[in-house]
């Protein structure tokens, strides 16, 4: 790896969306916005601000329309929204989201177990909401379980690429490798991306890695330096595939910002307010969260000597 590399690195937002899904406290409308607008003053790029899916599946996002509608938009930002199928894109498109997120799993036993529908159909769904959407809002395809499937083991990287160069074909700009239960590891995820790049240009690919194993930030740097620019993160460390057992958090968004800092990597994210935030989570989702940057303090943040310590 060439460590020496020092492009910027382009973080994505996804606590208010993938970190709050799983939360069994209802978060009130009003704290969402006000964590999202939080958020857009730190200054990223894209914020996955909620989802439009049927609120008897994920009831902890069932407010998607109001928070989209009462969030202060940043100019320089992109509100994305996960949609599930038609009925999800067109209230997406009326709540002015700018970017509609879709997903499929390269993994069939996932997919059916996920968005109850083999991959053809979802792949075909796919198609009418890119005729639906493409005038309205940008669209972003996520492979999940591109790294691995917790039912069915290993993936198969020829398939993952030819889910994303299907996804191009339907004209759908953006695409995510997803390692939905954290089974990824550096190697691996340097020799697949290294590959989907070849179809792929860097500031259409997003990564999105997952802590469960504690190889979230090390897949990161692996995955930096194999050409990918764009990586999604969570404040806190929150969120977690609630269709995948065992699946824990995303990978922390201060940790990432942290450690890119840390290695004069740019990211153009403000570190001390995303601490600030992170540590407002616990309270908001009424327990402790995953990230360590926000209990640690950074590296900068120096204690005074001991009083019984001689000079």
Known sequence: MNFACNEPLIVQEVAPRDGLQIEKKWVETADKIALIDGLST???TRIEAGSFVSPKAIPALRDGEAVFKGIARAADTIYVALVPNVKGAERAINAQANELNLVMSASQTHNRANMRMSCES????FGDIVRLASPHASLNATVATAFGCPFEGRIDEERVISI???YRELGITGISLADTTGMANPRQVARLVTRVLEHVPAADLTLHFHNTRGLGLANVLAA????ARRFDAALGGLGGCPFAPGASGNICTEDLVNMCDEMG???GIDLAKLIMLSRTLPALVDHDVPGQVAKAGRN?????VPRDIKA
């Open 42 to 44: 730190c200054g990223f």
């Open 122 to 125: 979802s792949l075909a769904g």
């Open 164 to 166: 994303a160069r299907a």
């Open 224 to 227: 930096y330096h194999a050409g």
């Open 265 to 267: 990597i740019p990211t």
């Open 300 to 304: 900068c943040d120096l204690h005074p």
